[in-house]
């Protein structure tokens, strides 16, 4: 589709975290500093299986991270230290975050729960769960911190109050036929809408308050093929072995507002990634160049960069103006699985299969 001009965002914090503390972020235009240079400045190990998750705290201090070995792991920025080891997840741990005090870190897994963790402490503060609840994909926090969605291996989506730990509600989509995934979840920066992506690439809208009202459905990833109108074609997962019978091929792996909130990004199974303009969810672009499945996003505070992460083993930066890839960044051995900016904006935090955590950095090099 012929390509449009894109607005330009001017919002300086990224949705679910406290407000950057410093002005730096404020001053820097993060479209040039990422250009001038990136490189790879800290290596965590201590994962012993692959992570699929990973969070920046606050205050840039800490790290959180979380994967297959089903331990939450909390690590020192500075040293690259690993601080403390939670346990109590007993499946992969696919979504992690920091509450926007920075005091506790809640994670989703594939265990169906979803635990808060006291970091002074190390201890868990509340589990979140239902009798019919699924395998925890994703975790979304509305902006002013107050409330929780997460996506799931089900068609509903639950919102929870953080603080007390209780359910506020259950969307589901007007179709009663659809029984597909909602595995993604984020909310807008105002907090008004929530916008979710099912297992089958398909993208809908949702008024979060006070309705809860499935707005828009938009076909988002999946292609509509006229002369197949089959289930088949569109996949179905059997849990056997962790594996696909029918590989569904525009899953949803990521998805993410701009600060300004105008426009909606999403990577898919697929390899792309797709630009929809709020609140009507057009299409605005899309943009290729990984090989494989697009399994996190992550925007720059002035929503100038994103930078996108793949099982192809590598970060991939973009020019949000024009959609146009300025750098790849390829340090990890295997799928990369979550990236993260800092509050600030000057770094990145990269998860991936092969057990490790990657600090990256940008602007020019030092000649020292």
């Known amino acids: 589709m012929p ?17 950057d503390p410093s002005t730096q972020a404020q001053q820097v235009d993060f479209l040039e500093y990422w250009k001038a240079g990136t490189r790879e400045i800290k290596t965590f190990r201590g994962h012993s299986q692959g992570v699929w998750a990973v969070a ?32 109590g997840h007993t499946e992969d741990i696919r979504a992690a975050l920091f509450t926007a005090d920075g005091q506790t870190v809640i994670t989703g897994s594939a265990d169906r729960t979803i635990r808060m963790w006291n970091l002074n402490t190390g201890e868990p503060t509340k589990l979140l769960f239902t009798r019919y609840d699924h395998a925890v994909v994703s975790l979304s926090p509305s902006p002013d911190g107050l409330m929780l969605a997460r996506g799931t291996q089900n068609k509903d989506i639950k919102i929870w109050e953080i603080t007390t730990g209780t359910e506020l509600m259950t ?8 029984h597909h995934w909602s595995v993604c979840v984020a909310f807008s920066p105002d907090g008004l809408h929530l916008a979710s992506g099912s297992d089958i690439g398909k993208v ?9 009202e499935e707005k828009i459905v938009h076909n988002g990833h999946w292609i509509d093929l006229e002369d197949d109108e089959s289930t088949e074609y569109r996949g179905f997962y059997v849990d056997d072995a962790g594996t696909f ?10 998805m993410i507002f701009t600060p300004d909130g105008k ?48 099982d192809d083993e590598t970060i991939k930066l973009w020019d949000l103006t024009n959609g146009r890839h300025f750098r790849t960044l390829k340090g990890h051995t295997d799928a990369v699985r979550c990236v993260v900016f800092s509050p600030d904006g000057l770094r990145l935090v990269s998860a991936s299969w092969d057990r490790t955590l990657k600090l990256w950095e940008g602007g020019a090099a030092s000649s020292t």
């Open 3 to 19: 390509e449009q001009p894109m607005p330009q965002s001017v919002a300086t914090s990224q949705p679910g975290l406290a407000p």
């Open 56 to 87: 920046y705290s606050p205050d840039s201090q800490t790290l959180a991270s979380g994967g297959a070995d089903r331990f939450v792991r909390i690590w020192d920025m500075e040293t690259g230290r690993l601080l403390k080891s939670l346990r």
């Open 171 to 178: 969307l589901l989509g007007k179709d009663p036929y659809d």
């Open 204 to 212: 809908k809208l949702w008024e979060v308050l006070p309705s809860g």
């Open 245 to 254: 019978q029918q590989p569904m091929e525009y899953w949803i792996g990521a």
């Open 263 to 310: 426009i909606l990004v999403t990577g898919s199974r697929d390899t792309t990634i797709k630009l929809f303009e709020m609140p009507t969810l057009k299409e605005v672009r899309t943009l290729k160049g990984h090989g494989q499945w697009v399994r996190s996003l992550a925007i720059s505070p002035d929503g100038k960069v994103l930078v996108s992460a793949s």
